[in-house]
């Protein structure tokens, strides 16, 4: 059975960068798509990253775009979510997700994900 294990939070001012991990076992990574999600205290899980498993293809969110690079590492089988220029706002819990997602329009929805790590905390504090 798959597992996920995410790693690489901590606390960060802002302006600062951390790079997520997601180590998969159990099973090989290659045939999912990949989804990073966060849910900050009080709000609802949003998507912020995912990554295709056939030809890599990525979407962002739109508060995430440019600062946010998600990848992928098959032959090791983990994932990785680096975060540049972190605000405040990006404080949460971050978790990753794998999935056959079948239509664009689900990309972010939570719903279509199987398989979920426990999540590692970012906090962007001064």
């Known amino acids: 059975q798959l597992q996920l294990v995410e790693s690489g939070g901590g606390v960060v001012q802002p302006g600062g960068s951390l790079r997520l991990s997601c180590a998969a076992s159990?099973?090989?990574?290659?045939?999912?798509?990949i989804g990073w999600f966060r849910q900050a205290p009080g709000k609802e899980r949003e998507g912020v990253s995912f990554?295709?498993?056939?030809?890599?293809?990525?979407k962002y969110v739109d508060s995430v775009k440019g600062r946010f690079t998600i990848s992928r590492d098959n032959a090791k089988n983990t994932a990785h979510l680096q975060m540049n220029s972190l605000k405040p706002e990006d404080t949460a819990v971050y978790y990753c997700?794998?999935?056959?997602?079948?239509?664009?329009?689900?990309?972010?929805?939570?719903?279509?994900?199987?398989?979920w790590g426990l999540g590692t905390q970012v906090t962007v504090s001064s």
């Open positions: 159990g099973a090989t990574l290659d045939s999912y798509d």
């Open positions: 997700a794998v999935a056959h997602i079948y239509s664009n329009q689900g990309i972010f929805d939570s719903r279509l994900y199987a398989s």
């Open positions: 990554i295709r498993s056939r030809g890599g293809s990525t």
